[in-house]
């Protein structure tokens, strides 16, 4: 395989790393017997840790990702062919969200479950595109430092604030709306505040853009990811409850109780730190594909795991059932069948999408005579009902 040397490869790394963690996550959260989740066991209080490192790892990335590719791109503004791509992603990642979550016999039934109103990965990380996007054409005609900098503030405000928005309701809000901002109804993931994570994954990707090309780059950002990730680690908390005692703001003292956010974004950083070091690496074929196929594979796991379309998946008749043994071999089992099935889709993505299309037409060509007699009745009822009422002349 050719080597880009411009290319970023163990940004592709972590993802398929983090995509990785989110099946064997999903998996053994989903299926392992609650009588086995003990926090005092050694290997199942570092598997939970380790897997709360997941989400905020590829909330990151992304928005790493795309800031990179976005600001990378010399076209200032709209005009930048990255803002329509991105829109158009952000839009995808929405709608792909939403339609993971229809239960189609419920719609044969003429009912659309709450369920398919709440809020998982793929809305937040959409959204969140969308924000940036927003962002960068309200600052692209400033200084280039000044879109990293108004990400960065946002990511660092959402974090500090979120003692004071963690448990409103958004009441005032539609209900499919306010599943965007709060978990009240059962939302896995809101914007706020994870569009914090994607911020900053945005702020450090304009480092990595502006630096990477200096012969000290590399071993300046590995020291300082590492160096900065275990202070937010070991010391964030301590620092809060200082300044709360310091300045009698209850703020702190509410982050210093629940420092989840910081300490996440510490790992985040450690994480970072990790795949530099080893970036050499991290070049093979297989990890850069599973890397670039984190939506396949997200969505193939979600079909396969909570059944969606059908409702029928491994979680509706295994969950919260399996043993310790049982749930790490069928884990890895899980990782490898989801993998493959995407690897296969993305080398075939063509094929497998005309020959889709080729049945729906095939099928909407099926029932195109019932659909055009149907529509005539429902245009003729609708005139004698218009006639009735005295909206239209005979």
Same mark, same amino acid.
């Given at each position: 395989?050719?080597?880009?040397?411009?290319?970023?490869?163990?940004?592709?790394?972590?993802?398929?790393?983090?995509?990785?963690?989110?099946?064997?996550?999903?998996?053994?959260?989903?299926?392992?017997?609650?009588?086995?989740?003990?926090?005092?066991?050694?290997?199942?209080?570092v598997w939970k840790y380790f897997r709360g490192i997941t989400a905020p790892v590829f909330f990151t990335v992304s928005g790493f990702i795309f800031t990179f590719l976005l600001i990378k791109?010399?076209?200032?503004?709209?005009?930048?062919?990255?803002?329509?791509?991105?829109?158009?992603?952000?839009?995808?990642?929405?709608?792909?969200?939403?339609?993971?979550?229809?239960?189609?016999?419920?719609?044969?039934?003429?009912?659309?479950?709450?369920?398919?109103?709440?809020?998982?990965?793929?809305?937040?990380?959409?959204?969140?595109?969308?924000?940036?996007?927003?962002?960068?054409?309200?600052?692209?005609?400033?200084?280039?430092?000044?879109?990293?900098?108004?990400?960065?503030l946002i990511g660092v405000t959402l974090f500090i604030f979120e003692p004071l928005y963690e448990k409103s309701s958004f009441s005032f809000l539609p209900q499919a709306m306010a599943n965007?901002?709060?978990?009240?109804?059962?939302?896995?993931?809101?914007?706020?505040?994870?569009?914090?994570?994607?911020?900053?994954?945005?702020?450090?990707?304009?480092?990595?853009?502006?630096?990477?090309?200096?012969?000290?780059?590399?071993?300046?950002?590995?020291?300082?990811?590492?160096?900065?990730?275990?202070?937010?680690?070991?010391?964030?908390?301590?620092?809060?409850?200082?300044?709360?005692?310091?300045?009698?703001?209850?703020?702190?003292?509410?982050?210093?109780?629940?420092?989840?956010?910081?300490?996440?974004?510490?790992?985040?950083?450690?994480?970072?730190?990790?795949?530099?070091?080893?970036?050499?690496?991290?070049?093979?074929?297989?990890?850069?594909?599973?890397?670039?196929?984190?939506?396949?594979?997200?969505?193939?796991?979600?079909? +396969?795991?909570?059944?969606?379309?059908?409702?029928?998946?491994?979680?509706r008749f295994l969950n919260h059932s399996l043993s310790p043994t049982l749930v790490i071999v069928g884990a890895a089992v899980f990782m490898v069948v989801c993998s493959t099935l995407a690897?296969?889709?993305?080398?075939?993505?063509?094929?497998?999408?005309?020959?889709?299309?080729?049945? +729906?037409?095939?099928?909407?060509?099926?029932?195109?005579?019932?659909?055009?007699?149907?529509?005539?009745? +429902?245009?003729?009822?609708?005139?004698?009902?218009?006639?009735?009422?005295?909206?239209?002349?005979?």
């Amino acid at each position: 395989m050719n080597i880009d040397k411009k290319r970023l490869y163990f940004i592709d790394a972590i993802r398929a790393w983090a995509i990785l963690m989110m099946l064997q996550g999903h998996f053994i959260d989903g299926l392992l017997d609650p009588i086995f989740r003990d926090d005092t066991n050694l290997f199942y209080s570092v598997w939970k840790y380790f897997r709360g490192i997941t989400a905020p790892v590829f909330f990151t990335v992304s928005g790493f990702i795309f800031t990179f590719l976005l600001i990378k791109n010399p076209i200032k503004g709209l005009n930048n062919p990255r803002v329509k791509k991105g829109i158009t992603r952000g839009l995808q990642l929405i709608g792909i969200g939403y339609l993971l979550r229809i239960n189609l016999l419920g719609l044969l039934h003429g009912e659309i479950y709450d369920a398919f109103y709440l809020v998982d990965v793929l809305h937040c990380i959409g959204v969140s595109l969308l924000g940036i996007i927003t962002i960068y054409i309200l600052t692209c005609k400033q200084k280039n430092y000044v879109f990293p900098t108004v990400l960065g503030l946002i990511g660092v405000t959402l974090f500090i604030f979120e003692p004071l928005y963690e448990k409103s309701s958004f009441s005032f809000l539609p209900q499919a709306m306010a599943n965007y901002f709060a978990k009240s109804s059962g939302s896995v993931f809101t914007i706020i505040p994870w569009f914090g994570y994607t911020a900053l994954g945005g702020t450090i990707s304009f480092l990595f853009k502006k630096y990477k090309e200096k012969d000290f780059f590399y071993p300046v950002s590995i020291i300082g990811s590492l160096a900065i990730g275990l202070v937010l680690i070991f010391f964030s908390s301590d620092l809060f409850m200082s300044l709360s005692k310091t300045s009698n703001i209850s703020l702190f003292a509410s982050i210093y109780y629940n420092n989840y956010l910081f300490i996440r974004f510490g790992d985040v950083l450690v994480v970072f730190a990790v795949f530099m070091t080893i970036r050499q690496l991290l070049t093979n074929k297989t990890i850069i594909k599973l890397g670039q196929s984190t939506l396949s594979i997200y969505i193939i796991h979600f079909i +396969i795991l909570y059944g969606s379309f059908t409702g029928v998946g491994l979680y509706r008749f295994l969950n919260h059932s399996l043993s310790p043994t049982l749930v790490i071999v069928g884990a890895a089992v899980f990782m490898v069948v989801c993998s493959t099935l995407a690897l296969f889709y993305e080398k075939h993505k063509q094929v497998i999408i005309r020959k889709i299309t080729e049945v +729906i037409a095939e099928k909407i060509r099926a029932i195109e005579p019932g659909l055009l007699l149907l529509l005539k009745v +429902i245009k003729s009822f609708s005139n004698k009902i218009l006639k009735f009422l005295g909206a239209v002349k005979n």
